[in-house]
């Protein structure tokens, strides 16, 4: 059994983010209540940062096109209007292009102010949603502060460090927890090409106080 | 000697742009005993200059630009010695009179010019000297606003300030007796198909946000005056980043240089505060039912990238 465990961003951008799928996976992962779950705040920063540019992009996408619908439609749309908004959002290359274009399936008619207050809605929710996940997470889980550098592990963590500086990082911090608590820990991770592939995981585990590391993704296949 | 762009001449240094001040203020002076403060000051200047242009066909280089409400003097081009201006007794801010020390002789100007200048801020400051500093802007931006953009958020302006008083006072605001829309919203429906995304690109998508965060601020009836300084924020911004660069004279390159480092930390400022508005109204909210409808199609989008 393993006792402590270290998170990478995606557990936390996994458990925030999605509704479900992986969502779900991260959640089980974090209510196994034999464990202590840690983050630090490095990995807070990289949440914060990554909440405000998806966040941000998503609301635009969906506000410029209740501004495109403000702009071209007053009166019922009909059958002909809705397809021809389908259309459009097919040659967008935003990603509001599926949540948008499923918004619009079935609809025959449709009245412009009602789809202008559901889309706004939409981009609100969307926001609420991460707020009130992140809350939850919160409780979940403790900060962790490394307090040394561990120079030793540049050497023998190279490859990951060679490969992405932010990867070798997360492996130094989830190590000094290793070091500074008495009971097993576990590095969980979304990366499965990365940080839990097989080679990497054994040299992570080889080579640090990581006893394992666990992958928690959606794999979808 | 003749010096139309104020750069050398007497010992105060005064140009053509100096006396235009210099003879508002007196003509104000001249004209009732009221105090004259810094908005009406930059009115009755910027009005006598389109005066000398359009009807005289005179263009003494004046700085002026456009910013929140209408357009202002660009003080820090013109050579403040002409200027006397102690803290308002009326007013807050300041007031606004000629300086005793400068004479008529101390500008050294063509007379043809002096004459011209002299002529039209009588005529500005007769017909527009009495006026309010409320009856002023509405002048300004009526007449020569450059988007309709600009009149729409002026108009929300003027009302949200009526609302906020009415509510101060604790009279039921005109908003509580419509049916539909408020009148607020009305505003910000129309603001929202003028804002014109091409000419004012660089903050579009931080407007987007705002209009959505006020219509929240609407929606919750908080305090009017809160929706107000809301408002003028944004303008503040839009006014830094965009506005005193699109419309704007005789604006010197170093002055143009410091707006353009101004920049960054204005956009910065703006975006800060726009998130930290739009969290705490998002935080009081429970999350809506069309989000978790489409939460599937949701999930395909913000899943790719989310190990970035």
């Known amino acids: ?221 | 000697m003749s010096d139309s762009d104020g750069s050398e001449g007497s010992e105060y240094n005064l140009g053509a742009s100096e006396y235009l001040i210099y003879r508002v203020l007196m003509e104000r002076r001249e004209q009732d005993n009221q105090e004259t403060g810094r908005t009406k000051f930059f009115k009755l200047s910027c009005l006598t200059d389109r005066k000398l242009i359009e009807e005289f066909e005179i263009n003494i280089g004046f700085p002026r630009h456009w910013y929140k409400y209408g357009e202002v003097v660009e003080e820090h081009s013109i050579n403040q010695s002409v200027i006397f201006s102690p803290s308002a007794n009326h007013q807050q801010g300041q007031a606004y009179y000629p300086a005793n020390q400068v004479s008529e002789a101390d500008f050294d100007l063509e007379e043809d010019l002096k004459n011209a200048i002299f002529s039209a801020a009588n005529s500005v400051v007769q017909e527009h000297g009495q006026k309010t500093r409320k009856q002023l802007e509405q002048l300004q931006y009526r007449e020569y606003a450059h988007e309709g953009f600009i009149e729409k958020y002026s108009d929300l302006r003027w009302h949200l300030s009526a609302e906020s008083q009415a509510r101060e006072g604790g009279i039921q605001s005109l908003d509580a007796f419509m049916e539909g829309p408020s009148q607020t919203e009305l505003f910000l429906d129309e603001m929202f198909l003028a804002y014109p995304e091409d000419e004012y690109d660089e903050l579009y998508e931080y407007y987007l946000t705002w209009d959505d965060t006020m219509r929240m601020l609407v929606e919750e009836d908080s305090h009017p005056g809160r929706q107000l300084a809301f408002l003028e924020f944004f303008i503040e911004k839009l006014s830094q980043v965009t506005l005193r660069f699109k419309y704007r004279q005789n604006i010197p390159e170093d002055r143009l240089e410091d707006w353009r480092n101004e920049r960054p930390s204005q956009i910065q400022e703006l975006d800060t505060r726009l998130e930290s508005v739009r969290q705490g109204l998002i935080d009081e909210r429970p999350t809506s039912d069309i989000f978790y409808e489409l939460a599937e199609s949701y999930d395909e989008v913000i899943l790719t990238g989310a190990n970035e």
């Open chain 1, 1 to 221: 059994m393993t006792d402590n465990a270290f998170l990478d961003k995606g557990l936390v951008l996994g458990f925030c983010f999605p509704v479900d799928l992986h969502h779900r996976l991260c959640r089980q992962y974090l209510e196994d209540e034999a464990r202590e779950f840690y983050l630090t705040e490095d990995i807070e920063s990289i949440y914060a940062a990554k909440k405000r540019e998806k966040i941000q992009a998503h609301r635009t996408a969906v506000l410029k096109h209740v501004r495109y619908i403000e702009q071209n439609y007053d009166s019922e749309m009909g059958p002909m209007d809705l397809q021809e908004v389908r259309r459009r959002l097919d040659r967008r290359s935003n990603d509001a292009w599926k949540y948008l274009k499923h918004y619009y399936e079935g609809k025959q008619f449709a009245n412009p102010r009602d789809v202008v207050d559901d889309l706004r809605e939409f981009a609100r929710g969307m926001e609420s949603h991460v707020s009130s996940r992140k809350d939850e997470f919160d409780e979940l889980v403790e900060i962790w502060t490394r307090e040394e550098d561990y120079p030793d592990l540049e050497e023998s963590l190279r490859s990951i460090r060679e490969d992405k500086e932010e990867d070798y990082w997360v492996c130094v911090d989830a190590h000094d927890l290793g070091e500074r608590t008495s009971d097993e820990t576990e590095l969980a991770t979304t990366d499965l090409d990365d940080l839990a592939n097989g080679n990497r995981q054994k040299l992570i585990i080889e080579n640090t106080s990581v006893d394992s590391v666990e992958a928690v993704a959606f794999t979808g296949s």
